[in-house]
């Protein structure tokens, strides 16, 4: 086994200009959830150069196919997520390779997750006899738009079909040191819901609001009746939040309007605790209308499920994480996160562990947040992620 990982060391080195190249391309030429032609095109082309069966279940991303020359009933399942972000980026650090396509920009890392995997099919194409039964290399669009490409994957039954066991997925982070990863078994990343609600009165000069109803006031209570679903109706010792995230209501000093909006979003780590929620909410707001003499509207729409980390496979992960990057570089995380991630949907069907991967360093410009203008990965991330994505299909 020794032989592995040296082995995958230096192959990762070898392949390490091949996916900086990648990666900058990517970067420069970002394309938006479900829009990802291009890209596709482009990785399908990697693919088919080195010899890797492809196929195109969903009309953007692709899978690979790697028939390992030993003969096993094992698949494992890699996971990439390949889409970006509407919006503008920034950022000295990038100035070489900057987006070209206004309104689209690589600020999540999914172009560096892409790379990674590509070299990790280099890696994995080169050392195919000793691989024990078949690889599925997963190029997912559409991680960071509802109903979410993971989801349109997992609905197509092309997985099923080709029998796959276990998978992994990784994303790059900010607040973690290259060269080292992170995770924990159980709850790892939220579930992401959101709602939208429009609360209705009757509007009418503002000297006037007997004879109005007053959406505005019915919406401060709302907002502050919101503040107790989680401190007084969820079990303190799960993780919830509900967050407003919008409001809007009214145009001019005296006019009182007719209806006020509010949007925002609910984490929590299982479906009960969000339709818990979404119940409380309901009644909140029948509660304040009917009070008022007022209306409402009410939209729940559900997000991601959380990404709840296989214990069998976790503990597989970090075993062959000290392996192949030392003891000190695996993170056991203390707590989950109450970010989404659309690899839940994997996880509903198939034993699955998602980690993250550090990407982080002051050099490198990359330790602003996911989704910020300046976003950014320290490349060096992809030498540890290929390393370990290969490691984990050839054991600890
Ligand atoms: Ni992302």
Not at 45 to 56: A, D, N, P, S
Not at 153 to 173: A, K, M, P, R, W
Not at 191 to 220: C, N, Q, W, Y
């Amino acid at each position: 086994m020794a032989d592995f990982k040296r082995t995958i060391q230096e192959k990762a080195k070898n392949h390490f200009d091949y996916m900086v190249q990648t990666r900058r391309y990517l970067h420069k030429n970002p394309e938006v959830s479900f829009k990802e032609y291009d890209t596709t095109d482009y990785i399908l082309h990697e693919l088919k150069k080195i010899g890797i069966e492809t196929h195109r279940p969903l009309e953007t991303g692709c899978v690979g196919i790697i028939e390992g020359g030993k003969t096993s009933d094992r698949v494992i399942a890699l996971r990439a997520d390949i889409d970006a972000l509407a919006m503008d980026e920034e950022g000295e650090a990038k100035r070489s390779f900057m987006s070209d396509r206004p309104g689209a920009a690589h600020c999540c890392g999914h172009d560096a997750h892409t790379a990674n995997l590509l070299g990790a099919a280099n890696i994995l194409t080169e050392m195919q006899d000793e691989i024990e039964g078949n690889v599925l290399l997963i190029f997912q669009p559409a991680e960071e738009t509802l109903p979410g490409g993971g989801r349109l994957l997992c609905e197509t039954d092309f997985l099923q079909e080709h029998n796959v066991q276990e998978i992994y997925g990784l994303h790059t982070s900010p607040v973690h040191q290259t060269g080292t990863i992170a995770t924990k078994p159980g709850p790892l990343m939220a579930r992401p819901d959101e709602f939208e609600i429009t609360i209705k009165g009757t509007g009418g000069h503002a000297a006037s609001p007997h004879l109005t109803v007053d959406p505005i006031v019915m919406l401060g209570e709302i907002i502050t009746q919101f503040q107790t679903i989680v401190s007084r109706s969820v079990d303190p010792a799960d993780p919830a939040v509900v967050t407003i995230g919008r409001v809007r209501a009214g145009s001019t000093y005296n006019v009182i309007p007719a209806q006020a909006e509010l949007i925002g979003t609910v984490r929590t780590f299982s479906q009960e605790n969000a339709y818990l929620i979404r119940d409380r909410m309901e009644s909140i707001l029948k509660g304040i209308a009917d009070g008022a003499g007022g209306g409402y509207e009410f939209e729940f729409n559900e997000g991601y499920p959380a990404v709840v980390n296989n214990e069998k496979l976790t503990d597989y992960l970090i075993k062959t994480s000290k392996r192949y990057l030392g003891d000190n570089a695996v993170t056991q995380m203390p707590k989950p996160l109450m970010a989404g991630e659309d690899f839940a949907f994997y996880q509903q069907q198939f034993p699955g562990a998602f980690f993250l991967l550090g990407s982080g360093s002051e050099e490198a410009d990359s330790q602003w947040s996911w989704h910020h203008p300046r976003y950014n990965v320290d490349e060096k991330c992809m030498l540890t992620g290929s390393a370990l994505m290969a490691g984990l299909v050839l054991g600890e």
